[in-house]
């Protein structure tokens, strides 16, 4: 058989090293993309973006650019109790959030996590939808709260056209779900049916929230300049205030609105087929959702280690890796886990977590094998950072203009493991926005917990304009003469 150690180069293991890095380096090339490369991704984005926000163009077009509704940003004035529901990320969680307007806080107050077995996740929407409300119940029970009807903010990540703040139309899932019957129906109703089915318990209104929204909302609280949010975890998605004229979907042309860019959609069209590998297109066709969401499949922890994989796989068939054998394990799709790749590029213990990867792998390593995965999961890595640098520079460099500002101090709030839990991921990221938008000074904070104290926070604002709203039709009759008055002074 051809994997046997005589496989090894004539000239010993570390002899031919300078022409392995070589072709090592020619394998990882089409990762590395230039700074030119990048303003080109981002102005590809920019114009999807506007073909996105058109009444009519936006059809077709692949990055969605969904319409909110949540039209302002805590003001800081919310409070109350709230439950909230979030469903999309790394777990699915139910938590009861209070917002205390003295200390300008949220607190979560309790949160529990439900596992949602892989059958539920490729079932039926029904069967979904009931195990959410009776994960719902049994929380209620633990807090006491069965008896309260309190509103309820639902972070749904996922990609929905939203015709108000409480209706929600899921476009097609993302990151691993598949359930039937949920792809063009109201996300809030089929839970509200759900609640009904059981008959046990109610809620009152609910606040429909992308985890982009909520991290944003809930960054917003703790400082108001924060209009910006992003996730790169399992999967990728930004959010940002637009101003209403742009938004050429909804009426009205005052203030702003927050967009669910959908960016992972970036790419369905093609437009990136030269930003593409080989690898990226072998995920693509493997995955569940294959031709959709492109960019994300290049970013998002869903998919990094699978990436790496078949990077790996391919080097090791080139005989540039183990001694051009691959183990069972490296064979099986879905093995190589996003998580090694920050545990493989951490600073200091890196190359020992490599060599325990590669050992748990059950591949015949050696050192100079861990020291090529190390770079295969740096180039993978970085590629994800700049390609999120490129997407977030085009958001931030349009706020810019929108403005009409020479120089933009903005705040992104952000979440998700990828951005979290590796090693540079985070530095990387910024230094390229550095670069790429040289007019715009962004901070980023990380969230804490977006998707719960977040949707809570939406809700919670949700209910202050719809308060306020009402108090304003309540004296409708005395603004229309104000506003008569103010229409005579300006003729004068
Ligand atoms: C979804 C987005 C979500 C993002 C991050 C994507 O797959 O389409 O709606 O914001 O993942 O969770």
Redesign the pocket.
């Known amino acids: 058989h051809h994997c046997s150690s005589s496989q090894t180069s004539p000239s010993g293991p570390f002899g031919s090293e300078l022409s392995l890095t070589l072709q090592v380096q020619k394998h990882l090339e089409p990762f590395r993309l230039s700074l030119e490369k990048l303003q080109d991704v981002s102005a590809r984005l920019r114009k999807d973006m506007i073909r996105g926000l058109g009444k009519h163009s936006h059809h077709r077009a692949s990055v969605k650019m969904l319409p909110t509704f949540v039209r302002a940003t805590p003001d800081g004035t919310e409070k109350g109790d709230f439950l909230a529901l979030d469903l999309?990320?790394t777990n699915f969680r139910v938590l009861h959030v209070r917002v205390l307007e003295e200390e300008q806080r949220v607190l979560k107050m309790d949160s529990q996590i439900c596992a949602i077995p892989q059958d539920i996740m490729l079932g039926t929407g029904e069967k979904l939808f009931d195990h959410i409300a009776a994960c719902l119940a049994e929380f209620l029970d633990s807090q006491k709260l069965r008896g309260q009807t309190l509103p309820l903010g639902f972070t749904f990540?996922?990609?929905c056209e939203q015709k108000e703040i409480d209706k929600s139309i899921l476009i097609r899932w993302?990151?691993g779900f598949n359930c039937s019957g949920v792809e063009g129906e109201d996300v809030v109703n089929l839970l509200k049916e759900a609640i009904h089915r059981r008959g046990d318990y109610d809620i009152s209104s609910v606040a429909m929230v992308?985890?982009?929204v909520g991290t944003m909302m809930s960054c917003g609280y703790r400082d108001q300049s924060c209009e910006i949010g992003m996730?790169i975890?399992?999967?990728?998605?930004a959010c940002y205030m637009e101003e209403m004229k742009n938004v050429k979907r909804v009426e009205g042309e005052d203030g702003r609105m927050c967009i669910?860019t959908?960016w992972?959609g970036f790419g369905d069209d093609g437009c990136l087929k030269d930003v593409l590998t080989e690898f990226d297109e072998e995920v693509d066709k493997t995955s569940i959702n294959p031709g959709v969401?492109t960019f994300?499949k290049m970013i998002s922890g869903m998919y990094l280690g699978e990436i790496v994989r078949l990077v790996l796989l391919k080097l090791t068939e080139e005989k540039l890796l183990f001694r051009g054998c691959p183990s069972e394990a490296l064979l099986t799709p879905g093995s190589f886990e996003t998580r090694f790749i920050s545990e493989i590029e951490e600073p200091d213990s890196g190359l020992e977590n490599a060599k325990k990867i590669l050992t748990k792998l059950d591949l015949d390593w050696d050192l100079v094998d861990a020291c090529v995965a190390r770079l295969v999961c740096d180039t993978v890595s970085s590629r994800s950072a700049r390609l999120c640098a490129a997407a977030l520079a085009t958001i931030v460099n349009r706020i810019r203009i929108n403005r009409g500002l020479d120089h933009l101090k903005t705040t992104v709030g952000v979440d998700g493991t990828v951005y979290r839990k590796h090693p540079n991921f985070s530095d990387e990221l910024q230094a390229a926005v550095r670069l790429l938008a040289p007019k715009c000074d962004v901070t980023f904070l990380i969230s804490e917990d977006g998707s719960g104290k977040g949707a809570a926070m939406v809700t919670a604002v949700a209910q202050r304009l719809a308060l306020q709203s009402r108090l304003l039709e309540d004296s409708d009759g005395e603004d229309e003469e104000e506003e008569e008055e103010e229409k005579c002074d300006a003729n004068i």
């Open positions: 999309g990320g990540s996922f990609p993302t990151k992308n985890d982009t996730i975890g399992t999967g990728t998605n669910n959908e992972g969401h994300e």
